[in-house]
């Protein structure tokens, strides 16, 4: 039964900030890499930012700079932290991991939280 719950999304004008949450369970979380994808309205999803069960963050291009991604694995939430945003930002944003469950491995998903930055 794993679980990712996406929260956090919003209304926000441009230059301003957000923090989106990703509530995890099911699975061993401490262990795999948690990732942020964003699909925006008519567009394909892409991949925003990755942090390992280390620490260690990749971002997109599209946000270096103005977004961090952060874990907690005591609280088993990893977070994206989102300033000076922009129109180009808004999306839907999506929670994702690979997590083995009875021996598969599989990607699963956030239902998705909306982010709108407009003024």
């Known amino acids: 039964q794993v679980q990712l719950v996406d929260s956090g999304g919003g209304l926000v004008q441009p230059g301003g900030s957000l923090r989106l949450s990703c509530a995890a369970s099911?699975?061993?979380?401490?262990?795999?890499?948690m990732r942020w994808y964003r699909q925006p309205p008519g567009k394909q999803r892409d991949l925003v930012a990755t942090?390992?069960?280390?620490?260690?963050?990749i971002y997109a291009d599209s946000v270096k700079g103005r977004f961090t991604i952060s874990r907690d694995n005591t609280k088993k939430t990893v977070y994206l932290q989102m300033s000076s945003l922009k129109p180009e930002d808004t999306a839907v944003y999506y929670c994702?991991?690979?997590?083995?469950?009875?021996?598969?491995?599989?990607?699963?998903w956030g239902q998705g939280t909306q982010v709108t930055v407009s003024s």
């Open positions: 099911g699975f061993t979380f401490s262990i795999y890499n």
């Open positions: 942090i390992t069960p280390g620490g260690i963050t």
């Open positions: 994702n991991t690979a997590a083995v469950v009875n021996g598969l491995q599989r990607d699963y």
